[in-house]
């Protein structure tokens, strides 16, 4: 745990969520990414702490939220993290999300605006119609997400990765950080356990899974009303062209050299960009 910080649970839309909470000032929700848990923002809480009342996220299915059986598609997890915010009592808050959590972020814009000052999208746009156009094989230039599609297979992944998330995480860490040295020994420990927790990787598998259901969510929503953040690194190409016509008002900036794993890699530009767009 960090210093100054102290977990919390709330029964939410019919599961668990634990979060960590710290700070004072306007509240900011923090949602983390695949393989990682609210722990991939601990570099950054700290500071953000000074300004803003920090409220990092275990989303459904991760670290030590529940892991029900249905409900990751990113709508539910928006709805998730709604009634979280109204179980904290705040009528408004600042939203920032990585990776999975990015695409939750986007989705808890979307369908709740109205609890919404500004939301940050690092790295991950939400699901669109051109994640259909992924290669299964390498490409020359382009990423090979092959993890798309692995997290799409039922039952084998738990199988094949059971007390063994070790493996993954390093691997991932290895080929989309730019910093390997900056996800600690400790760091990786902590999300090795985390997803080799008894369903821990049939719920991962879950939130890939839900992708079709919403890119057909994503044809619903409208423009966003709020201020929109767009923070890069190894990803930043596609998010111009994915959230460009998606909000009234976006900001993109990308941090050049960065791996994917913006706030380990490169926490004190995260916390620059972040606290001038949140004020």
């Known amino acids: 745990m960090l210093d100054g910080f102290d977990d919390g ?18 509240p900011l929700l923090l949602l983390p990414g695949w393989p990682m848990t609210w722990w991939e923002f601990h570099k950054i809480m700290p500071e953000l702490a000074r300004r803003h ?58 369908n709740h605006p109205e609890v919404v000052n500004r939301v940050a999208i ?31 297979v039922a039952d084998l992944p738990e199988k094949l990765l059971a007390g063994r998330a ?41 939130w890939y899974q839900a992708f079709g259901q919403d890119i057909t969510d994503m044809q619903t929503y409208g423009r966003l009303p709020m201020p929109v953040l767009a923070l890069g690194g190894l990803y930043y190409a596609p998010l111009p062209m994915a959230l460009a016509d998606r909000a009234d008002d976006i900001r993109f900036v990308e941090l050049a050299g960065a791996g994917h794993y913006l706030a380990e890699e490169r926490p004190d530009d995260v916390v620059r960009v972040l606290t001038e767009f949140f004020g």
Do not use: C
């Open 9 to 26: 649970y709330a029964e939410v839309n019919g599961t668990r969520l634990h979060y960590v909470a710290g700070g004072t000032g306007q």
């Open 53 to 110: 009342r920090v409220i990092a996220v275990d989303l459904r299915g991760m670290g030590d939220s529940a892991k029900p059986d249905t409900g990751y598609d990113k709508k539910t997890m928006a709805r998730d993290v709604a009634e979280l915010v109204r179980h904290l009592g705040y009528d408004r808050v600042d939203i920032a999300g990585s990776d999975i959590g990015a695409m939750v972020a986007f989705s808890f814009a979307a």
């Open 122 to 152: 690092l790295d991950v746009p939400h699901p669109d119609t051109f994640f259909n156009s992924f290669a299964m094989l390498p490409q020359p230039g382009q990423p090979h997400l092959w993890w798309f599609a692995f997290n799409q």
């Open 166 to 206: 070790r493996l993954l995480i390093d691997w991932l860490i290895e080929h989309q950080a730019r910093d390997v040295g900056a996800i600690s020994e400790r760091s990786r420990a902590i999300y090795a356990d985390a997803y080799d927790q008894p369903g821990a990787i049939r719920a991962a598998n879950g």
